[in-house]
């Protein structure tokens, strides 16, 4: 389930950039189709991450700042497309979509369970 999540969140990135493209290019209808793909994406990585953690018998502070990051995470992906579509300003969410989904991928790596857990 872990590759279901890596898979979902990788897909979930490249789609971000894919729907921010889209719409710098004045492509209105694709960027539409994009993002509302990427709003499925998002529930399937949320679904994903959660039956991860449901496998897990001890819930660490860890854990929970993992899960807070990973929907922050979403949380800045979809500020930055929405502001974008309205006019307003962006730089904020950019920064903090940047930050978190860096800290996000190393606390994920960090903990116990995943593709480097068979190291
Ligand atoms: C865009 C958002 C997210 C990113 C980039 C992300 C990234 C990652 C990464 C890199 C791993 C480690 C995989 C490995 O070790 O092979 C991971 C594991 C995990 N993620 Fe996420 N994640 C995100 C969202 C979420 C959400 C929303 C949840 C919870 C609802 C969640 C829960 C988990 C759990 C429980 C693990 C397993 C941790 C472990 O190794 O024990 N993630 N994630």
Known sequence: MVHAHITSWALGIILFFVAF?????????PFKIVHMVLRLVYVLIV???????TGVSQLSA???????L???TIGAMEMV???????????VFWIQFIVVLI????????????????Y
């Open 21 to 29: 493209s889209l719409f710098k290019s004045g492509k209105e209808k």
């Open 47 to 53: 679904i994903t991450g959660i039956v991860v953690v």
């Open 70 to 72: 990973g929907i922050w």
């Open 62 to 68: 860890e854990y929970i700042a993992k899960i807070v």
């Open 103 to 118: 800290v996000t991928i190393l606390l994920g790596v960090r903990l116990p369970l995943g593709l480097w857990s068979m």
């Open 81 to 91: 497309l929405v502001r974008s579509k309205k006019g307003k300003p962006t730089r």
